[in-house]
């Protein structure tokens, strides 16, 4: 690919690779300092050569690479926030007992059923100066929640921190939440909270101020409350009201991608406003005029929605595509991508790991690079028919993109995908435009009825076909098992596949089959790692005992649960079975007794039963027994004890403290997750 011979694609994509190092292998600063420095002394030293010799040097390559590789990894580490010293994590004592707690409400998130949700930013604890973003859950009553953005709060509380995954293979919200810089959450209620009568008016102040001035015109416009969330999360990418219902069927009809602000909208804006200006001539002046109206235009757009990350990174990038096409420049277009690449990653490198900035970039990258091979296969001479094959190559080249990705990380597949971008985009592009128009009329007054209803009934029909596509379960697939050993050889089988397409010859078509043989290697390592793994898995489950025995493919399901036979559609234990390539073999009960690679190993149910002449090495305490705890550690004397997630808090507790006495090792699935032996 002629792209890879840029040098600063080379620079861009080492700087990339740093950070990845970086939050792979989680570098200290001191580890990054010292290699940052000596790359800068070896890039000054062949700077300085290739100048002396006026000759070029691989040596002053390799320096540049290096020095964009350790600059990447500095980057992660100068954003993450539990690295400064005067980061709320270093308050030892906030998360033990309560704190007087002071904070400024910062973002709205989605509710739930039993609280209001804030990201706030934290200034000091107990009259000490901290900082870092907490998550704030405000438990609901009858009372109107009056909090605003900008608000500054104080509660005494104990910070709550992040609880990792409880169950194998589940989506790890801790994880998500730490590459979001936050690292704990506050839980409080209404009466607890002291409201100060300042108000912080600073950017966030006055986008929360301007979105609530926008909905409240719009409600006064007499516009359905729920085809009224559809349109903020289609136009301003605000979901917090979106109901589950829609929100599934949007999932299951492939069309997830327009509920959440992101390329497609950003583009749908700037095209909008190019037909816009189209008349003004492309003279020098001009064409400035064009840009800078399009750079604000987006800006505004940016402000309007709120200023989120997903926003910020789709108005980033077009704004580099518009002043790429201001200067005469759509040949590089790539470039101009991993220019804008480069800015988000300097302020915010973390944005690398968010699942929305991978696929955006991959759909659009996809768009451009795969689409005009699809377009040029057949050129249809009706106007009608040459739309529905333009928005049919579109879609496959996004998806086709995409694809691994989202396997990756969602294991299913909408099999209708290509037929709800066709009968959407009609409709999506009159609600786009409207939208905007009927938003901008929103920051003044309240819109005329006959408009409203026009937007409203529109989005009700888009509502309605993404529902009809989203019915016809049958051509969802679910519960796709897709590791990082597919993910990668499937990138590579795509990518080649496409470099030999645009240009074939020989010694490109063995790459290709290499890299099927690559796939191949991928089957066979996850099968042969499935078929010679075996191990024992306690879940925590509230109101259930799980155990899962796996022994190569076949998976053996303890519980005591006598219904499971009829229904085994559990959610954890299918996270477990979809993410080792795995089916569930048998289903039986729990018996008191149970032996796993020589282990025996006793559970102790309600009944208070157990034979009192075992040893056994694991102890599994389950649905809250009524036993003395430190008697049967003396009589049976375990290695471990293991409370599942069917016990009480408070009776945990108790068992916590008595195999703290006995030195014990104590495992409650509750506190840190589900148990493997």
């Not at 005329?448 to 969802?476: C, D, Q, R, W």
């Not at 006598?562 to 559990?570: C, D, H, I, L, V």
Request: glycine share 4%.
């Amino acid at each position: 690919m002629k792209v890879l011979d840029f040098p600063l694609v080379k620079i861009i994509i080492a700087f990339i690779f740093g950070v990845i190092a970086s939050y792979y292998l989680h570098f200290s600063i001191s580890m990054i300092v010292i290699p940052l420095s000596l790359s800068l002394l070896f890039f000054c030293f062949t700077y300085f050569r290739n100048l002396k010799y006026k000759k070029k040097y691989i040596s002053f390559g390799l320096s540049v690479y290096f020095l964009s590789f350790f600059i990447g990894a500095l980057t992660l580490l100068s954003h993450t926030d539990n690295l400064q010293k005067d980061n709320y994590t270093h308050c030892q004592t906030a998360f033990e007992k309560p704190q007087s707690v002071t904070l400024i409400l910062r973002e709205k998130l989605k509710s739930n059923d039993y609280s209001d949700r804030y990201i706030g930013h934290i200034k000091s604890i107990s009259n000490k100066n901290y900082t870092g973003k907490v998550i704030v859950n405000i438990q609901k009553d009858s009372t109107q929640n009056l909090l605003i953005i900008g608000n500054t709060i104080k509660i005494q509380t104990t910070l709550q921190a992040n609880k990792s995954n409880k169950n194998p293979n589940q989506f790890d919200y801790s994880k998500y939440l730490a590459d979001k810089q936050i690292y704990a959450q506050i839980y409080c209620q209404k009466k607890e909270i002291a409201v100060s009568k300042t108000i912080t008016k600073d950017i966030w102040y006055y986008c929360a101020k301007l979105h609530a001035r926008i909905i409240s015109n719009l409600e006064k416009s007499k516009f359905h409350k729920s085809e009224m969330n559809v349109a903020l999360a289609l136009i301003l990418g605000q979901q917090q009201e979106i109901s589950q219902d829609i929100i599934q069927d949007y999932q299951y009809s492939g069309a997830t991608h327009i509920l959440s602000v992101s390329g497609l909208h950003v583009g749908f804006i700037m095209l909008f406003i190019t037909f816009i200006l189209k008349p003004i001539p492309n003279t020098k002046k001009g064409s400035f005029m064009k840009l800078a109206s399009i750079l604000i235009s987006l800006a505004g757009f940016a402000i309007i929605s709120g200023l989120s990350p997903s926003v910020l990174r789709s108005v980033v990038m077009f704004s580099f595509i518009a002043i790429g096409n201001h200067l005469r420049r759509n040949g590089n277009i790539y470039h101009t991508l991993l220019v804008s690449i480069l800015l988000i990653l300097l302020f915010e490198p973390y944005f690398l790991f968010d699942v929305g900035f991978q696929l955006s970039y991959l759909a659009l990258f996809f768009i451009l690079w795969l689409q005009p091979l699809f377009k040029n296969m057949y050129k249809p001479k009706n106007k009608l028919i040459a739309y529905i094959w333009e928005a049919l190559t579109v879609s496959f080249a996004a998806q086709i993109g995409t694809l691994p990705l989202c396997l990756y990380y969602f294991h299913q597949f909408p099999g209708l995908f290509f037929v709800t971008n066709i009968i959407i985009l009609p409709v999506l592009s009159f609600i786009m435009i409207a939208g905007i128009i009927l938003m901008i009329i929103a920051i003044f007054t309240s819109p005329p009825l006959f408009m409203t209803m026009i937007f409203e009934k529109s989005i009700y029909l888009l509502n309605l076909m993404i529902h009809g596509v989203a019915s016809v379960e049958s051509f969802v697939i679910r519960d796709i098992s897709f590791n990082s050993y597919y993910l990668f050889s499937f990138y590579l089988f795509i990518i080649y596949s496409i470099v030999w397409f645009k240009k074939p010859n020989y010694n490109k078509l063995i790459v290709v089959f290499c890299t099927i043989i690559l796939i191949q290697l991928s089957f066979i390592l996850t099968k042969f790692q499935t078929e010679t793994g075996k191990e024992l898995i306690i879940y925590n489950e509230k109101n259930n005992t799980l155990i899962s025995e796996r022994t190569g493919k076949n998976i053996v399901l303890f519980t005591r649960d006598t219904t499971f036979n009829k229904n085994k559609s559990n959610r954890n234990l299918n996270m477990y079975l979809v993410g080792n390539s795995i089916a569930l073999t048998k289903v039986k009960e729990i018996k008191n007794l149970m032996f796993f690679k020589n282990n025996k190993i006793l559970i102790i149910d309600s009944t208070g039963i157990y034979p009192s002449n075992t040893s056994p090495e694991i102890l599994i305490l389950t649905q809250s027994p009524k036993v003395n705890l430190d008697r049967v550690l003396k009589e049976i004397r375990p290695k471990i004890i293991i409370a599942d997630g069917s016990n009480s808090n408070s009776i945990q507790k108790s068992w916590k403290n008595s195999c703290s006495k006995k030195n014990i090792p104590f495992h409650s699935t509750k506190e840190k997750g589900y148990y493997k032996l």
